[in-house]
Antibody, heavy 120, light 110 residues
């Protein structure tokens, strides 16, 4: 079974940094594109970032471009999201999600999410 | 403001058929397939429909999807109380080079 387990969510002050991780298992990690999607409290789903299976291609929502960096370590079956210059509006549950073998598709499988709280 | 447009709410009685619409543009649904997700309260989203009309294994055939032009629809037949959830449509957007979501539709089973 596909398993995606996020970690790294925490309380952080505005302007601070945080790195989220997503440990993947149950599938060939290096074959699939991966994504981060977030959901602010009581709000809908918002795409944050995506990365191709090799890591050569990366994609960002305008709201996080220049502040967040997505990366992956295929040898460790792990996806990362480095978040910087955090703002109150970045507060959300962050979901790691597995895509298709090619980029250009929404996610198929989702983790349970990790909560990022931005507050002083 | 979401790129894809969904009605904020929908409702039906048990056994009824309900349809949820999702309106996009030529750069997303018009060019790519639509996906649908179900999110139960307190849970992560779950894939219901992929590539516009395909059901993953384990999803009941009461759920069906369709696409026409720049719009997509999710139909739920034989409505059950456990279908009460938030439903989101999504698609890849060629102009934005990313996934776009609808704002979500809260389905109430009366």
């Amino acid at each position: 079974d596909v398993q995606l387990v996020e970690s790294g969510g925490a309380l952080v002050q505005p302007g601070g940094s945080l790195r989220l991780s997503c440990a993947a298992s149950g599938f060939s990690f290096s074959t699939y594109a991966m994504h981060w999607v977030r959901q602010a409290p009581g709000k809908g789903l918002e795409y944050v970032s995506g990365i191709s299976n090799s890591g050569a291609g990366t994609y960002y929502a305008n709201s996080v471009k220049g502040r967040f960096t997505i990366s992956r370590d295929n040898s460790k079956n792990t996806l990362y999201l480095q978040m910087g210059s955090l703002r109150a509006e970045d507060m959300a549950v962050y979901y790691c999600a597995r895509g298709e073998t090619l980029t250009g598709y929404p996610p198929y499988y989702w983790g349970q999410g990790t909560l990022v709280t931005v507050s002083s | 403001q979401s790129v894809l447009t969904q009605p904020p709410s929908a409702s039906g009685t048990p056994g009824q058929r309900v349809t949820i619409s999702c309106s996009g543009s030529s750069s997303n649904i018009g060019a790519n397939s639509a996906f649908w997700f179900q999110q139960l309260p307190g849970a992560a989203p779950k894939l219901l429909i992929y590539k516009s009309n395909q059901r993953p294994s384990g999803v009941p055939d009461r759920f069906s999807g369709s696409k026409s032009g720049t719009s997509a629809s999710l139909a739920i037949s034989g409505l059950r109380s456990e279908d009460e959830a938030d439903y989101y449509c999504a698609a890849w957007d060629d102009s934005l080079s990313g996934v776009v979501f609808g704002g979500g539709t809260k389905l109430t089973v009366l």
